[in-house]
């Protein structure tokens, strides 16, 4: 059977490599359709997919390290934080890093809630992070800048007003 498939395979490689322009013409003209061939492709085969990817990986993975090592080192400037945090700023909240530098110092560079600057530390760098943006996740829009622990608070109360009042009521119950 293995016999079968590798010669299979290797009529579709030769296939492949005789009628490439015949296959992009085809795949350019039909885009929607090669998308949805894909798309469904990947769902059916799902896990033989991803046995397939690890094993590629594990068999080439000194062979990847290299590559993404000079990956790296050719595109250094994606790979300095403050290149991502402007791009997490315009992609997550639709402000530019002028704007987030406006409501910092609109809040003197402390916490909306706390009024404390922050003082969580970034667990791989070890510098102190910047105020995180919180806003309304049901409409997008910014409502200010927290530090971490106000931030995580906030998540875990779901900004639900109902609920922050309650812990506010049994926090005062037992003053």
Same mark, same amino acid.
């Given at each position: 059977?293995? *016999?079968?498939?590798? @010669?299979?395979?290797?009529? @579709?490689?030769?296939?492949?490599? %005789?009628? %490439?322009?015949?296959?992009?013409?085809?795949?350019?003209?039909?885009?929607?359709?090669? =998308? +949805?061939?894909? %798309?469904?492709? =990947? *769902? =059916?085969? +799902? *896990? +033989?997919? %991803?046995?397939?990817?690890e094993n590629y990986r594990q068999k080439h993975r000194e062979e990847i390290r290299e590559n993404s090592k000079k990956y790296r080192q050719n595109n250094k400037e994606k790979y300095n934080t403050e290149y991502y945090r402007k791009r997490d700023l315009k992609k997550k909240y639709g402000i530019d890093i002028i704007k987030y530098n406006e409501i910092s110092k609109k809040q003197k560079n402390v916490c909306a809630i706390c009024v404390n600057s922050e003082k969580d530390k970034d667990y791989k760098t070890k510098i102190i992070r910047q105020l995180a943006v919180d806003h309304n996740h049901e409409t997008g829009k910014v409502r200010g800048l927290l530090c971490s622990k106000c931030n995580k608070a906030l998540g875990l109360f779901k900004d639900n007003i109902e609920i922050l009042e309650k812990a506010i009521k049994y926090l005062k119950l037992y003053e």
């Open positions: 059977m293995k *016999e079968k498939a590798k @010669h299979n395979k290797e009529w @579709h490689q030769k296939y492949y490599i %005789k009628n %490439k322009d015949k296959i992009k013409k085809y795949q350019l003209e039909n885009r929607d359709k090669t =998308r +949805k061939n894909g %798309k469904t492709y =990947r *769902e =059916r085969y +799902k *896990e +033989k997919i %991803k046995i397939s990817n």
